[in-house]
Structure formats: structure tokens, C-alpha cells
């Protein structure tokens, strides 16, 4: 172990991630986006106007809310339309969402597949949106931003940190008891990625409701403000692996923590139903999904 990594191993989240500060960065687009949805005196033409400065973002916004992603009834085919008729809180999501993978490009990672890193993130995203719709009384946008987002602590680790990254997948291999990779993390690291990742989104200034998703989906009771978006996020983790290997069997993926049930209000007699029928449509959204928002 090099004195580096020891400095790394020994500092907090904080200090891991400042180390990616300058390859990892959002794009101005929704700095600028995101800083007229935090002031109360913006209006939508100004959010208009500042994404009208990107001319990618715009063909990406007008792509996505023309969509079967939005099923809205009339087309849209300008960018003050779409952000009235989609909202501005809804547009900060959309801009931070369809720009995530982009930011990561210049991070460099030989552990994982991006590919199926991506996949997996954007399962979660789908489903955590088809789920928030059928329980309602969730910002369905918000919580798909959340679900996307909730693995980016791995891809700081991998890059800062890759022979222990390494090592706490091979203890997950080699665990005769399907050892969680945040818990294999945590023997290795002394952290792991949902920490790292929920660092990350407080460097960045994201909502409170994305840093909470991010930091505590794989412990949910940590979560202090948004108990129920963290709850969602952490089932539609679950479920995205479900989808991924295509299977309807709780018992082929890593357990639900029974609190989410709880805080989310879906009794048992209608989990099994819930998860076939957001699974099977996450599983028809996927390859419209990644071209809008991965650009596949």
C-alpha cells in the first residue's frame, strides 16, 4: 500500500472525493439550471433562456419531453414550452440526469463495465419513477434523478481507490454468505460507496432529497428528511437487479429491507404484484431509456 492510498484510507469521504474534483464536474448547464431553480425571483423564461445556452441540452430536453418518457398529448418544440408544460424542478432533474454519465467520462476505472454499470443505475432510475407514479405523492422526476445517481460513490472509489475496490469484490466472490459489497467496503475501506457517493452530491450542492437517496439507500433508517424517496431508492435498487437478470423471485437478488415496505405504506399481500408489474415495465422502457438519457 502506497502512502497515498494509506492518506486516502485514513481521511473521511470528504477528502476521497476532493481528490476527483477536477475530472468530475457538472456541466454548466445545470449549475446554471439549478441556481435559478434555488432563487424564488426566477422565472421559467429564465430557466428557458439558460438552457437555450446549451444547444446539446436543449435537443436532449426537447428529445426526452417529445418522449414516450412524458406521454405528453401535444408535441413540444421549444424550450420555454417544455419547461411550463414539465415543470422547473422537474427540468433540474432532467438536465442533471441526461448529463450524469457524460461527467464521469474523464474518470478512469478498469473494475467495472460502464456499460453495465449505467444499466443497473438507470433500472433503478426506471423503476423508482414507475413505482413513485403508482404509489403517488412523490416528484416522480426527482426520485428518478435520486435512483440514476446512487451508485456514483463506486465510481470514485474505483478510480482513488482500485486495489482495495478490487479486493472488496473479490471478498464478495469469495463470500460463502453473499457478503454486500458496502459491507465488503466497509472491512476494506473503512467507508463505502453509498458514503463516498452522498460526499459527492454535498460537493456538488445537489437537493438535500438526492444526498439522502444517495448516502443511506442501503440504510434506510439513517435517513433523516426523506425517509420515503431513500425507502423507494433502496427497493428499486433490489428490483433493478431483479430486472436485470430477469426475474420475478425475491430470493435471487440481495433482501428488501422489510422497513422500506413499512415506510413506503405497501402491505405484503401486494408486494409480489408491485414488483412484477414495475419490473416487467422498467424491462419495456430500457432501450428507450439509454438512448434518451446515455445516449445510446
Not at 401535444?74 to 422537474?90: L, M, Y
Not at 459527492?200 to 424517496?229: G, N, T, V
Request: with cysteine; aromatic share 6%; proline share 3%.
Amino acid at each position: 500500500m502506497t502512502n497515498e492510498t494509506k492518506n486516502i484510507m485514513t481521511n473521511n469521504a470528504a477528502e476521497l472525493v476532493r481528490g476527483v474534483g477536477n475530472l468530475v464536474t457538472l456541466p454548466d448547464v445545470f449549475i446554471r439550471i439549478n441556481s435559478l431553480v434555488e432563487n424564488p425571483n426566477s422565472s421559467t423564461a429564465d430557466i428557458a433562456k439558460a438552457v437555450q445556452q446549451d444547444p446539446s441540452f436543449t435537443v436532449r430536453l426537447l428529445r426526452v419531453a417529445n418522449s414516450s418518457f412524458y406521454g405528453l398529448s401535444s408535441s413540444v418544440d421549444t424550450v420555454s414550452k417544455a419547461v411550463s408544460i414539465i415543470g422547473t424542478g422537474q427540468i433540474r432533474s432532467l438536465a442533471l440526469a441526461t448529463s450524469v454519465a457524460s461527467s464521469f467520462e474523464g474518470l478512469s476505472n478498469t473494475l467495472v463495465s460502464m456499460e453495465h454499470f449505467w444499466r443497473h443505475s438507470l433500472y433503478c432510475a426506471l423503476i423508482a419513477r414507475i413505482m413513485a407514479k403508482k404509489i403517488g405523492r412523490f416528484d416522480a422526476d426527482a426520485v428518478f434523478t435520486a435512483a440514476l445517481l446512487h451508485d456514483i460513490g463506486e465510481l470514485v472509489l474505483f478510480n482513488r481507490l482500485p486495489k482495495e475496490s478490487q479486493e472488496a469484490l473479490l471478498l464478495v466472490l469469495d463470500s460463502v454468505d453473499e457478503l454486500p459489497i458496502y459491507q465488503a467496503e466497509r472491512q476494506v475501506m473503512a467507508l463505502d460507496h453509498a458514503e463516498v457517493g452522498g460526499e459527492l452530491a454535498r460537493q456538488w450542492k445537489l437537493p438535500l432529497m438526492l444526498a439522502e437517496c444517495i448516502e443511506f439507500h442501503h440504510d434506510i433508517s439513517a435517513a433523516k428528511q426523506y425517509p420515503r424517496e431513500v425507502a423507494l431508492t433502496h427497493v428499486a435498487n433490489i428490483l433493478a437487479l431483479m430486472a436485470e437478470i430477469h426475474s420475478n423471485e425475491l430470493d435471487d437478488v440481495a433482501p428488501i429491507d422489510l422497513r422500506a415496505w413499512e415506510v413506503l405504506g405497501i402491505k405484503a399481500e401486494d408486494q409480489d404484484e408491485l414488483i412484477a408489474a414495475v419490473v416487467e415495465e422498467a424491462q419495456e422502457e430500457i432501450a428507450e431509456a439509454e438512448s434518451l438519457f446515455l445516449g445510446k
